[in-house]
């Protein structure tokens, strides 16, 4: 005879599981079907609105809903990743990253690299989901902003931190505007927010014309929750 404790115990499991697979297919279908088709749509009206004249009446409201479309977009991967996190999908970091210009349709004609020094390890979904959007915020701006050539993530796994680079070869960022407060429409000002929530260093390289590097630092203790590293350093680059 089963005792009772244990038959809770894997109907509790059982149950879990089909929790958790429920929310892994919910995000699959919502970044599938409603946020691509956000994402289509953005962007079918952002060519709308460049053909628009400068004195046209139409083209305010427009682009007043574009803002709107936008800011449904980004709540919508939000609620996407939420999702994922809190289901255990979290995708290494390397996989994460590379999914971002796809996931955001860019199309521009530049070179586009990830390389992973030391051996990837398991990060806290909390550190992960910060981590994560950081270094997808540094690469939106890159790609949208920057004009770049060249764009690359460095992610290394040292055995006291983890640290991700953005950095690209573009037109860089003025200085003046980094002091005048003006760097709020990048999203600087939430990487900086984010990285003190998980007491990590965040640092922005960048001059006029001579390309950006955002850098991420984040204490071992933090990002690796006490766990040791196990095996050979390993380098790959995508």
């Given at each position: 005879?089963?005792?009772?404790?244990?038959?809770?115990?894997?109907?509790?499991?059982?149950?879990?599981?089909?929790?958790?697979?429920?929310?892994?297919?919910?995000?699959?279908?919502?970044?599938?079907?409603?946020?691509?088709?956000?994402?289509?749509?953005?962007?079918?009206?952002?060519?709308?609105?460049?053909?628009?004249?400068?004195?046209?009446?139409?083209?305010?409201?427009?682009?007043?809903?574009?803002?709107?479309?936008?800011?449904?977009?980004?709540?919508?991967?939000?609620?996407?990743?939420?999702?994922?996190?809190?289901?255990?999908?979290?995708?290494?970091?390397?996989?994460?990253?590379s999914e971002v210009n796809h996931e955001f349709g860019f199309q521009q004609r530049l070179a586009f690299r990830i390389v992973v020094v030391g051996r990837p390890r398991q990060l806290p979904s909390a550190v992960h989901e910060h981590v994560y959007?950081?270094?997808?915020?540094?690469?939106?701006?890159?790609?949208?902003?920057?004009?770049?050539?060249?764009?690359?993530?460095?992610?290394?796994?040292?055995?006291?931190?983890?640290?991700?680079?953005?950095?690209?070869?573009?037109?860089?960022?003025?200085?003046?505007?980094?002091?005048?407060?003006?760097?709020?429409?990048?999203g600087l000002q939430g990487m900086r927010e984010r990285s003190e929530k998980i007491g990590a260093k965040l640092r922005i390289w960048s001059r006029h014309m001579a390309g950006t590097e955002v850098e991420l630092s984040v204490p071992g203790r933090?990002?690796?929750?006490?766990?040791?590293?196990?095996?050979?350093?390993?380098?790959?680059?995508?």
């Amino acid at each position: 005879m089963v005792p009772m404790y244990s038959f809770l115990e894997q109907s509790g499991h059982l149950e879990q599981r089909i929790l958790l697979a429920e929310r892994i297919r919910v995000a699959q279908e919502l970044h599938d079907t409603l946020l691509q088709g956000l994402i289509s749509a953005s962007m079918q009206l952002q060519v709308a609105l460049e053909k628009f004249s400068g004195d046209s009446l139409a083209k305010p409201p427009v682009t007043r809903v574009l803002q709107l479309l936008k800011q449904a977009i980004e709540e919508s991967r939000n609620i996407v990743l939420r999702l994922r996190s809190s289901s255990g999908e979290n995708l290494d970091l390397e996989h994460a990253f590379s999914e971002v210009n796809h996931e955001f349709g860019f199309q521009q004609r530049l070179a586009f690299r990830i390389v992973v020094v030391g051996r990837p390890r398991q990060l806290p979904s909390a550190v992960h989901e910060h981590v994560y959007l950081i270094g997808r915020e540094a690469l939106i701006n890159a790609f949208r902003h920057a004009d770049a050539k060249n764009i690359e993530v460095e992610l290394e796994y040292a055995p006291r931190r983890l640290r991700v680079a953005v950095r690209d070869d573009g037109r860089g960022i003025d200085e003046r505007m980094l002091q005048s407060g003006l760097y709020k429409q990048w999203g600087l000002q939430g990487m900086r927010e984010r990285s003190e929530k998980i007491g990590a260093k965040l640092r922005i390289w960048s001059r006029h014309m001579a390309g950006t590097e955002v850098e991420l630092s984040v204490p071992g203790r933090v990002a690796f929750g006490g766990e040791r590293p196990s095996g050979p350093a390993l380098g790959s680059q995508t």
